[in-house]
């Protein structure tokens, strides 16, 4: 069974998320692509759901045990990223690098990767996807008491840990 992955943007973000879905779907670790729109052949309301929409039912999918990752478009990735993380339990990074790509998932457990339509070229968003997808988090790793560290506080219901 492979990686049960939601995709989906905003209006600025719908052609990388239609391009790189295909992508994924012929991904034999990928087992199962969610989408979750925005679609050009959307009602117009839909076509043009604000942002927010996006990052929060993806990042309750995953909390909800529905999906196991998403990767979502905007025009920046900064909005989605915000409305992803807001989400008890999830926890998303913006990123158009392969570095910081990588260590989203091995330094800081990021279920949710989100990336710019406006910010970065199509073929390195391809590329940046296929390379995410292939991380996985080592709860044995060092950086394990630091992920720790933020899914206490979040069970905290935002309290300092340790106090």
């Not at 719908?14 to 991904?27: E, P």
């Not at 692509?33 to 929409?53: C, H, L, M, S, W």
Request: proline share 3%.
């Amino acid at each position: 069974m492979g990686l049960r992955l939601i995709l989906g943007a905003d209006e600025a973000g719908v052609d990388y998320k239609n391009q790189i879905m295909a992508d994924l779907r012929a991904d034999p670790r990928v087992g199962e692509v969610i989408d979750i729109g925005v679609n050009r052949t959307d009602a117009p309301e839909q076509f043009t759901k604000p942002y927010p929409y996006v990052g929060i039912a993806a990042g309750e999918m995953i909390r909800d045990g529905r999906a196991d990752r998403a990767i979502l478009f905007c025009g920046t990735g900064i909005g989605v990223a915000i409305a992803a993380n807001k989400v008890d339990g999830i926890r998303a990074a913006t990123a158009h690098d392969s570095f910081s790509v990588e260590r989203s998932v091995l330094s800081n457990d990021c279920q949710v990767l989100i990336m710019g339509q406006r910010v970065v070229g199509v073929e390195l968003a391809r590329r940046l996807a296929r390379e995410w997808i292939g991380y996985t988090f080592d709860p044995e790793s060092a950086s394990a008491a630091k992920v720790k560290l933020l899914t206490d506080f979040e069970g905290c219901q935002g309290r300092a840990t340790g106090s």
